[in-house]
T-cell receptor
Framework: DQQVKQNSPSLSVQEGRISILNCDYT??????FLWYKKYPAEGPTFLIS?????DKNEDGRFTVFLNKSAKHLSLHIVPSQPGDSAVYFC???????????FGKGTKLSVIP | GAVVSQHPSWVICKSGTSVKIECRSL??????MFWYRQFPKQSLMLMAT?????????EQGVEKDKFLINHASLTLSTLTVTSAHPEDSSFYIC???????????FGPGTRLTVL
């Protein structure tokens, strides 16, 4: 049973436009959410995170929104750049736990 | 963030042989390290949590006798895939915990192909 779901396996966006990647979760014990970016044959690199006490966190071109009541979060990238093309994983963990639960990832392609 | 390395980056082996993958923390002492496996187009699945100086904690469905984990020092954890079979072919990634429980720093991964 997938506790973290990324229902879109892929997304294509024109350079300069906004990329929106979505993530849903089912475990109400999750209180911290992270987005990782991964290139082929490399390990994931941390991008941005958000605590459940917030509904928005922004870092440069990246903004993560959290809707706790809907158990939904999204990552916005604006403006999108070709270098953003990668697989983006949504991950979550619960209070005091090191263990991360990952979604299946969404492959973002930014078209020049 | 912390720098984590893995060795080898890729390995091809014959069925029935054992393969050891090393995960090193280069600039941080990690009491807790994690081993993940990723099959194509799937999420990273946690295999086990490795604590320095104690036995690893394995996730449900992961055979501890097949995937031997040793975390003998604060900078090195090893995963040995014993008697590897083609279905063990996967991308194995380690990570280490940071200062807070929310932080994890990932290694570059090891691609294992079992013929």
């Amino acid at each position: 049973d997938q506790q973290v779901k990324q229902n879109s396996p892929s997304l294509s966006v024109q350079e300069g436009r906004i990329s929106i990647l979505n993530c849903d979760y089912t475990n109400s014990m999750f209180d911290y959410f992270l987005w990782y970016k991964k290139y082929p044959a490399e390990g994931p690199t941390f991008l941005i995170s958000i605590s459940s006490i917030k509904d928005k966190n922004e870092d440069g071109r990246f903004t993560v929104f959290l809707n706790k009541s809907a158990k939904h979060l999204s990552l916005h990238i604006v403006p999108s750049q070709p270098g953003d093309s990668a697989v983006y994983f949504c991950a979550a963990n619960g209070a005091g736990s090191y263990q991360l639960t990952f979604g299946k990832g969404t492959k973002l392609s930014v078209i020049p | 963030g912390a720098v984590v390395s893995q060795h080898p980056s890729w390995v091809i082996c014959k069925s029935g042989t054992s393969v050891k993958i090393e995960c090193r923390s280069l600039d941080f002492q990690a009491t807790t390290m994690f081993w993940y496996r990723q099959f194509p187009k799937q999420s990273l699945m946690l295999m086990a949590t490795s604590n320095e100086g104690s036995k690893a904690t394995y996730e449900q469905g992961v055979e501890k006798d097949k995937f031997l984990i040793n975390h003998a020092s604060l900078t090195l954890s090893t995963l040995t895939v014993t008697s590897a079979h083609p279905e063990d072919s996967s991308f194995y990634i380690c990570s280490q915990s940071g200062d807070s429980y929310n932080e994890q720093f990932f290694g570059p991964g090891t691609r294992l192909t079992v013929l």
